[in-house]
């Protein structure tokens, strides 16, 4: 098992910054790819983005590249995820995810633990 807590996300302005982390215990965390998704209300968990076992490799959705970067400390198990000009689409819970090598980072049925979410709201 693989326990994932994710840090407190907030409120912000549209414009503004924020970095979630996502702490990871239980097992090898370099065994795992490590990912980052979003729900709305109403909507489809989404995939956000998503980084290999080492941090060498990043994966991104459209609609965040050249604004949220994930990296990750495998010394701390922790990864993170900055989110840079925050929109108020952006708002939505933010989960963390740990899977193995392999397979579909971009599918959230392609992970096998996640965090319990946290709100992360862009005000206008």
């Known amino acids: 098992q693989v326990q994932l807590v994710e840090s407190v996300g907030g409120l912000v302005q549209s414009g503004e910054s924020l970095r979630l982390s996502c702490a990871a215990s239980?097992?090898?965390?370099?065994?795992?790819?490590m990912g980052w998704f979003r729900q709305a209300p109403g909507q489809e968990r989404q995939f956000v983005a998503a980084?290999?076992?080492?941090?060498?490799?990043?994966y991104y959705a459209d609609s965040v590249k050249g604004r949220f970067t994930i990296s990750r400390d495998n010394a701390k198990n922790t990864v993170y995820l900055q989110l840079n000009s925050l929109k108020p689409e952006d708002t939505a819970v933010y989960y963390c995810?740990?899977?193995?090598?392999?397979?579909?980072?971009?599918?959230?049925?392609?992970?096998?633990?996640w965090g319990q979410g946290t709100q992360v709201t862009v005000s206008s």
């Open positions: 980084s290999n076992w080492s941090g060498s490799i990043s």
């Open positions: 239980g097992r090898t965390f370099t065994d795992y790819t």
């Open positions: 995810a740990a899977g193995p090598p392999g397979r579909n980072v971009r599918k959230f049925y392609d992970y096998d633990y």
